[in-house]
């Protein structure tokens, strides 16, 4: 699977838009895109996930690039219980079914 | 919103001795894995486990852990002789019946291990 990079962490102001960046440069194809996120050493939570298409559903909004290479998360109005580390995930179909989970990037929604 | 459960929420126990965390997956799932967080580091895969048996695991699975789905709703990680560096959040997650590996995994609350 596809490597991802992204920021260490993130400040949004409680009802702005937060906009967490992903890159994965080295994507194939056949790989997807997913976003999970920990609240504070809760269990992962799926956010939503795309393969070439923008995405949105009652949590987010996933924007990717035409290349492919990156994407962004997009929570549209941030509350403070989205105060999380957010992950983005790339994997394949014909690939391993566990989850690789990097460091992700920690978002701070301040009031 | 159907969900998965774990107990306990927290586990202390000796090193040395036996444990067993327990989960409930979602109720029409088919596939359940563990996953493990160290205080602080990232969350590591351990296991996956459909139709009774492991279809993967990491190297961190060793054959001081094994898993077991005793019945028709529990599914259960037992780590036979704890060691001070199995401190750590376990979670269970499960994913429907649908046999796409890029189905959506959903995870539990996690048990907390503190191994003394």
């Known amino acids: 699977d596809a490597k991802t990079t992204q920021p260490t962490s993130m400040d949004c102001a409680e009802g702005r838009a937060a906009n967490l960046p992903c890159n994965h440069s080295t994507i194939s194809g056949n790989e997807y895109v997913y976003w999970y996120r920990q609240i504070h050493s809760q269990g992962p939570q799926y956010i939503i996930h795309?393969?070439?298409n923008n995405e949105t559903n009652e949590m987010a909004s996933l924007i990717i690039t035409e290349d492919r290479k990156s994407s962004t998360l997009i929570l549209p109005h941030a509350t403070l219980r989205d105060t999380a580390v957010y992950y983005c995930i790339v994997r394949s179909q014909g690939g391993s079914e566990k989850l690789v989970f990097g460091k992700g990037t920690k978002l701070t929604v301040n009031p | 919103e159907p969900e998965v459960t774990q107990t306990p929420s927290h586990q202390v126990t000796q090193m040395g001795q036996e444990v067993i965390l327990r989960c409930v997956p979602i109720s029409n799932h088919l596939y359940f894995y563990w996953y493990r967080q160290i205080l602080g580091q990232k969350v590591e895969f351990l296991v996956s486990f459909y139709n009774n048996e492991i279809s993967e695991k990491s190297e961190i699975f060793d054959d001081q852990f094994s898993v077991e789905r005793p019945d028709g709703s529990n599914f259960t990680l037992k780590i036979r002789s704890t060691k001070l560096e199995d401190s750590a959040m376990y979670f269970c997650a499960s994913r429907g019946p649908r046999t796409s590996l890029l189905d959506t995994q959903y995870f539990g609350p996690g048990t907390r291990l503190t191994v003394l």
């Open positions: 795309g393969l070439k």
